[in-house]
């Protein structure tokens, strides 16, 4: 299976580069419609979606309880601002706390994306830090760290080349080695004598960008303990690994990687509404959830009917169809094909669920990422020597094995820059 690109995506593509801000790069394809984990492009070439539009679409392209939905709740009303509410908002709300295993008094705050959901949070820990001694404190994240792009979620993520050229950067953020326990200790206790305490810890316990690297749940055990010693909170982003992409709701729920810690503050977005931007942020329990009071914070189209409408049916749909257990199968079985497929070009599998990485023996995964897509496959290269993969919840058995073969097949000469075969 071969499909380069078509005229109809280059005449496209062409259009897009003239117009486009120059932020992502020229397109690879230009898609017109999907189903299930398919997807077509202007060309009528058909692809095998292993990224889900970046883990957002974790019931696929289509599905037909979220197209119901979608035909239902816009038939009725798709915004109403925050001076009311709507009956889809409530319920999600409530529907999250659940499955979050909130205690009583846990809030639910809703946002349209991952960053806006970080922000929030960083203006909640400005907040704690004031409370503990009149002063916003420190908040801090690990190398190799990931929590968006406006300023405030930038100055919290770690790679240079995307804070840097933004400088300055919101003030009182800073970064610790990842799984450095006695650089965390450190940190909380000169915080204390400097009259700069630290205010919060925001993890990823799977740093996405960094490659799908898993935190040592040992080490995510002592962050949480050094925060409740502290007084500070620990905000775990769940932005990525949320919504049942680790074959969990959410990824802490897993104590093979947060060793059993939770969370006082947790953000989510990309699977949530299954497509429809959405993003937002749960308070555990009484003391976070009342820091932020009216009109310190909002978001215009956060928790809007029609999303909130979406996102209820991707919930539901993943409990009814039993996507978490199968996220939790079909990546043991992605990971097992790709490990034991025999090409020399991959040198580990890793990853939880749906959420994988493939790492590579050269710093290729940009060539090989081509290569996949020139045969119908879509994965993400997220680091020059790593591949992604997480495909849509709703991945079937045969597809799954069709993304290794092609895989298995991709020719050694790439780890030499040569994008053949």
């Not at 095998?48 to 009303?77: F, R, S, T």
Request: with cysteine; net charge negative; glycine share 12%.
């Amino acid at each position: 299976m071969r499909t380069p690109q078509g005229p109809q995506s280059s005449q496209w593509a062409d259009r897009y580069d003239r117009v486009h801000m120059r932020v992502f790069g020229r397109p690879g394809r230009v898609m017109d419609h999907g189903r299930g984990a398919w997807i077509w492009d202007l060309d009528g070439n058909r692809y095998l979606d292993m990224m889900a539009g970046i883990a957002v679409n974790a019931l696929g392209y289509a599905h037909p309880a979220w197209n119901k939905a979608l035909a239902e709740q816009a038939g009725k009303m798709a915004h109403i601002s925050n001076f009311f509410a709507s009956q889809p908002q409530i319920e999600l709300a409530e529907r999250l706390l659940d499955l979050a295993q909130a205690p009583e008094g846990s809030r639910v705050f809703f946002a349209n994306s991952g960053t806006e959901a970080n922000e929030a949070a960083i203006k909640l820990a400005r907040l704690h830090g004031a409370r503990m001694g009149g002063h916003p404190g420190r908040i801090l994240a690990l190398t190799h760290s990931f929590h968006g792009r406006s300023m405030g979620s930038l100055s919290l993520t770690w790679k240079p080349a995307i804070r840097e050229p933004f400088q300055p950067l919101v003030p009182g953020m800073g970064f610790l080695p990842a799984e450095d326990g006695e650089a965390m200790e450190e940190a909380f206790a000169q915080g204390e004598t400097s009259g700069e305490p630290v205010a919060a810890v925001i993890l990823e316990l799977i740093q996405g960008e960094a490659g799908v690297l898993p935190l040592d749940p040992d080490y995510v055990r002592q962050v949480r303990e050094l925060c409740s010693r502290y007084g500070a909170l620990m905000i775990l982003d769940e932005v990525q690994t949320g919504i049942g992409r680790t074959g969990h709701w959410f990824a802490f729920q897993d104590r093979s990687l947060s060793g059993g810690a939770c969370p006082d503050v947790l953000t989510f977005a990309k699977g949530v509404a299954g497509g429809f931007p959405m993003g937002g942020m749960i308070t555990f329990g009484s003391g976070p959830s009342g820091l932020l009071t009216p009109g310190m914070h909002g978001s215009t189209f956060g928790g809007n009917p029609l999303g909130s409408a979406l996102a209820l049916t991707t919930l539901e749909t993943i409990q009814r169809e039993g996507l978490l257990e199968r996220a939790r199968q079909m990546g043991e079985r992605l990971r097992a094909g790709l490990t034991d497929c025999g090409n020399p070009l991959y040198n580990q599998v890793r990853g939880r669920g749906l959420l994988d990485a493939v790492q590579l023996s050269a710093p290729c995964a940009g060539d090989l990422a081509s290569w996949a897509l020139d045969h119908g496959l879509i994965v993400n290269a997220v680091a020059p020597d790593a591949l992604r993969l997480a495909p849509p919840l709703i991945i079937q058995a045969d597809q799954n094995d069709l993304a290794v073969d092609i895989l298995s097949k991709a020719p050694v000469s790439l780890e030499e820059g040569l994008a053949t075969g």
